[in-house]
């Protein structure tokens, strides 16, 4: 294991913020992260886990060790007749993690298509999008303990998933390093979700006349190409804030002053699109210098190329202000601010 001194993250990161690693270090393997804990490096100073570095936020020099996973393969643990088991190791690139299930015709990751990142960071924030989460197809995550350097195996339950949450953004935060995750896909009788959005349309506009793997998925990538910007054209992380729940009652008064309120059921509570609260809040578009909100998506915040953390931090800290002002709702970064 190579320790680097002084590197640039600007291209680990995809706001593309300039910072500078204080050590850079690639783990290539489980052996490599045990190796890792034993040198007694997280006891010494800070450690980052990078994976694709799309869902972080850089608003400073980091002062300490950042440990980018590599850890790759694939590997079928058993297939049934209708199922199969797949581990991934954590550093593998999650897009085409998913454009290899579509090829075998493995259903469950389809509306997942396109999502930057990795798969060790995946459960971290149980990523979803277009009515699928990637909960519904973990069996197990694997993940070495920092303090013991010892494996140990978190099933579905007890990852404890939620909306754009684990145990690992909460009780297991900074405690664990993720190094390979199990699947569960379907080979047959796939359970296809084209309800959400415009997906169903869009698979028919495509010439896709009935659901498929495959369909689903150059679907959910048709609308999100259309629609998301591009970081490696402009510097961002996805969402910044998580959608807001609030009480059915405190909805209900919010809809007699705003009457064209969006909300989705979320169990108990309702779910109120935070890009609506931003954009009502006048926004969507603004720029500052080299930063801003995006001209199409006001929860994405930009880097135009040049701009900094700090101020990227300040604007959502001022954006968050005036939901609460306006609103009377806090939202969330979903973006892990370093
Ligand atoms: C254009 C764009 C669109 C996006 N769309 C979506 C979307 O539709 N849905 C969605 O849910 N997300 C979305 N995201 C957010 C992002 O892609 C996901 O959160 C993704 O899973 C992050 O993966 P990463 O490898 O880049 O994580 P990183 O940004 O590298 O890390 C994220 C966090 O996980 C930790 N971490 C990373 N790897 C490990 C590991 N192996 N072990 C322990 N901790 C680790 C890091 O320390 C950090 O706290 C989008 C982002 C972008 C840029």
């Not at 090829?103 to 298509?113: P, T």
């Not at 197809?137 to 303090?147: H, L, W």
């Not at 199990?182 to 997906?199: P, Q, W």
Request: glycine share 8%; aromatic share 8%.
């Amino acid at each position: 294991m190579t320790i680097q001194k002084n590197i640039s993250l600007a291209s680990f990161n995809t706001f593309g913020l300039e910072a500078t690693a204080k050590e850079f270090t690639t783990i290539h393997s489980v052996e490599e992260a045990q190796a890792l804990i034993a040198s007694g490096v997280f006891q010494k100073q800070r450690v980052l886990l990078l994976g694709g570095g799309s869902n972080i936020l850089l608003t400073k020099n980091f002062d300490g060790l950042v440990a980018r996973i590599a850890i790759t393969g694939k590997k079928v643990i058993h297939k049934h007749d209708a199922h199969v088991v797949l581990k991934v190791g954590a550093g593998e690139n999650w897009h085409e993690l998913v454009m290899y299930c579509v090829e075998n015709n493995w259903g469950g990751v389809e509306n997942l298509s396109l999502i930057p990142g990795t798969m060790g960071a995946a459960p971290m924030q149980n990523i979803g999008a277009y009515g699928v989460e990637i909960k519904d197809v973990i069996e197990e995550v694997e993940a070495v303990e920092i303090s013991t350097g010892n494996i140990k195996t978190f099933s579905n339950a007890e990852c404890r998933f939620g909306y754009r949450e684990s145990i690992f953004k909460q009780e297991a935060k900074d405690k664990f390093i993720i190094t390979g995750v199990t699947l569960r896909l379907t080979t047959k009788d796939h359970h296809f979700n084209c309800s959400y959005g415009a997906v169903h349309d869009t698979m028919i506009a495509l010439g896709h006349d009935v659901p498929s793997v495959r369909a689903v998925s150059d679907s959910v990538i048709h609308i999100r190409r259309s629609k998301l910007p591009d970081p490696a054209v402009i510097g961002n992380a996805g969402s910044f804030f998580k959608n807001p729940t609030v009480h059915a009652d405190t909805f209900e008064a919010l809809k007699k002053t705003y009457p064209t309120i969006p909300s989705y059921p979320a169990g108990d509570m309702i779910k109120v699109p935070a890009a609506w609260l931003i954009e009502q809040c006048g926004w969507k578009g603004k720029r500052f210098n080299n930063i801003g909100v995006h001209q199409l998506q006001a929860l994405v915040l930009v880097n135009y190329g040049g701009g900094e953390g700090e101020k990227i931090w300040e604007l959502a800290m001022n954006i968050q202000a005036s939901v609460r002002d306006k609103f009377n709702i806090t939202l969330h970064p979903e973006v892990n601010v370093i």
